[in-house]
């Protein structure tokens, strides 16, 4: 199927009780569209990169009492998987869509891209738009926008890294799930493309 944007239906679907009733609701309404934007995007992703990229939608599988309040599809450079490798992921919880770069508690290239960030925070605070927000756990749909962070909050983000071991890092965009360009399909495509773009310097950086 073409991509054609998300629309609120998708996103209550996030809000529907029980587990089998809400897993249900995320295949028959997200899931069919969250793959079409991981073929649309893969070989975007792979040019940009300059390597292949591979996308994995969520599955969930290991959930048996709590539904999940978020679902989205990530791409890495592995056929097998994305969670141990630095990744770019587009996903929603039921308030918002988000559009991140993201290296996770159970990746050993967190020291790398701490010391990325160390090495480069002049750099990092100029290319990341004031928009953008920065998050240091993926479970949690709140962040903190980038117009409200120092470079000092750079540094000690890339300590918290080094130190914690279920630490994580992710930086993006998020959109309300009323902003109007999530129903345009062409349009939110071009928008993800602009913002792994803008993501690559980081991405690069963790490896």
């Known amino acids: 199927m073409n991509f054609t944007g998300f629309h609120s239906q998708d996103f209550d ?5 029980g587990l089998e009733p809400r897993m249900e609701a995320i295949i028959a309404n997200i899931r069919p569209k969250l793959e079409a934007l ?4 893969a070989p975007y992703l792979s ?7 591979f996308p994995h939608v969520a ?3 290991r959930r048996t009492i709590n539904p999940p309040e978020d679902t989205w599809i990530a791409w890495s450079s592995s056929k097998r998987g994305y969670k141990a490798l630095p990744h770019f992921q587009v996903g929603m919880f039921s308030t918002h ?8 508690y159970e990746s050993p290239n967190k020291e790398t891209i701490a010391r990325y960030l160390e090495k480069h925070t002049a750099k990092v605070d100029k290319l990341v738009p004031a928009d953008f927000y920065w998050s240091t756990d993926h479970m949690k749909p709140e962040g903190t926008l980038h117009r409200e962070m120092n470079k000092e909050a750079l ?8 130190a914690v ?6 930086c993006g965009l998020r959109l309300d799930r009323d902003h109007p360009l999530l129903q345009d399909g ?7 493309e602009q913002t792994f773009e803008t993501l690559l310097p980081l991405y690069k950086g963790s490896f």
């Open 38 to 41: 991981g073929g649309t995007l």
């Open 155 to 162: 540094l000690q983000m890339a300590g918290k890294l080094k």
């Open 13 to 17: 679907s996030l809000t529907v009780p």
């Open 59 to 61: 599955k969930h599988a």
């Open 165 to 170: 071991k279920k630490s994580e890092l992710l």
């Open 97 to 104: 869509l988000f559009i991140i770069f993201a290296v996770i």
């Open 186 to 192: 062409e349009g939110l495509t071009h928008k993800i």
């Open 47 to 53: 040019a940009l990169c300059g390597e292949e990229m």
